[in-house]
């Protein structure tokens, strides 16, 4: 079994979309969650986040969450939308600092780290950042 915990700043845009995509593709063995260090637990996620999962034909019920301890213990790989939420994840948690990654760093993309985040901008930027958050899931599937 392979438990992966996507995290972004709110979990309402990047993380329950990275969710969405892995829970989409189906593997088996493998679990997935999202958080997010500065979220309101209970929250939907953004309309236009809904939106582009609609258009890509995946079905995901969201409701956001604060990261904890426990969901950090519970995973194998902790996958962080920027190096600011690893860092900050590192500096509350440090206990993990070993299955923690960006997402672009976990798949070997160093240049730039950080997934874009379309909070608050239009359904275009949106589906951008679908987009490559699909390619990079894709790439991270091969390495596990």
Known sequence: MKRVLFVCTGNTCRSPMAEAILKSKNLDGVEVKSAGVYASNGSAASANAKKVLEENQIDHHHQSSLLTGT??????????????HKMAITGQYPQFSGKLFTLKEFVGETYDVDVVDPFGGNLYIYQETYKELDKLITKAIKKW
């Open 71 to 84: 969901q950090l213990e519970w995973a194998d790989v902790v996958l962080t939308m920027t190096g600011s």
